[in-house]
């Protein structure tokens, strides 16, 4: 029976959208649960995603986590096999297999009697998806090769996109962040050049000097000045700005201990 349904293909192109709740561990609950779904004869599937020798696991199972978890102790099992070597594995019936003893004892009593593994490599990862049925020779060698390419291409995709919307959303948020440190440290040059009738130059090299000295972040230290600058107006409310003005200079000076 051919492996390639037209529901698995609908089903793994909408792995390939993302959105604000899209990430690593969302596109793997997809993904098996899509081959549990799509793969003629397939009753679960898992998927590990190896990036710089971190892993991401994830089942549509219990019981496959449990496997999965059993075979990364055991350090042998299909899925190791198809990592290391870079081919796909077929177990026709595990109560058959004798390569793996310590596994095929895991596989039998998680009700899995045939497996389907298959390494893709995608950029920058090598993805291992699992294939488990509850009858013997449920996979057929020679359907393999479609799959393969199809779950390449898809998942490929669905990995890039996720991948690139993670990088847009943290040069999105570094950028925020940038732009908030920029705002507080206008904000408390603004408060020493009052304080202190200098230019906003000279401001900032004195922001930059007791930063430098304490060890200290500019955007961290003049986060520091504007609050106690808030705190000493809440205190005096009423008082004339300037009386504000004079505890920031000692705030400064007592950075520098003069």
């Known amino acids: 029976m051919d492996m390639v349904t037209p529901v698995l293909a609908r089903d793994l192109a909408v792995l390939g959208r993302v ?12 993904l098996t649960a899509t081959l549990a779904g799509g793969v003629p004869g397939c009753a679960g599937g898992s998927a590990e ?14 019981e496959l986590v449990v496997l999965a978890d059993s075979e990364e102790r055991l350090g042998e099992g ?40 298959m390494p893709i490599t995608v950029e920058r990862a090598v993805l291992v998806l699992g294939m488990y049925g509850v009858r013997p020779g449920v996979f057929a060698a020679r359907n393999v090769p479609p799959l393969a390419d199809m779950l390449a291409e898809q998942v490929g995709v669905a990995l890039a996109n996720m991948w690139d919307y993670d990088e847009v959303r943290t040069d999105a948020a570094q950028m925020q962040e940038a732009l908030a440190g920029r705002a507080i440290i206008d904000q408390a040059k603004g408060i020493i050049m009052k304080s202190s009738g200098c230019s906003a130059e000279a401001a900032f090299d004195e922001l930059r000097r007791i930063s430098q000295h304490h060890q200290v972040k500019v955007a961290d230290l003049a986060r520091l000045l504007v609050d106690e600058h808030q705190r000493n107006r809440e205190a005096r409310t009423g008082a004339p700005e300037g009386s ?15």
């Open 49 to 62: 995603l190896w990036r710089e020798e971190r892993v991401v696991v994830s089942a549509s199972h219990s």
């Open 78 to 117: 299909p899925s190791s096999e198809a990592r290391a070597t870079g081919r796909h594995v077929i177990v026709q019936d595990v109560l058959r297999e004798s390569r793996w003893p310590g596994y095929v004892a895991m596989a039998v009593r998680c009700g899995v009697r045939s497996i389907l593994t």
């Open 19 to 30: 959105s604000e709740e899209t990430s690593s561990e969302s596109v793997l609950r997809g």
């Open 244 to 258: 504000a003005g004079g505890s920031t200079k000692g705030f400064t000076e007592g950075f520098t201990g003069s």
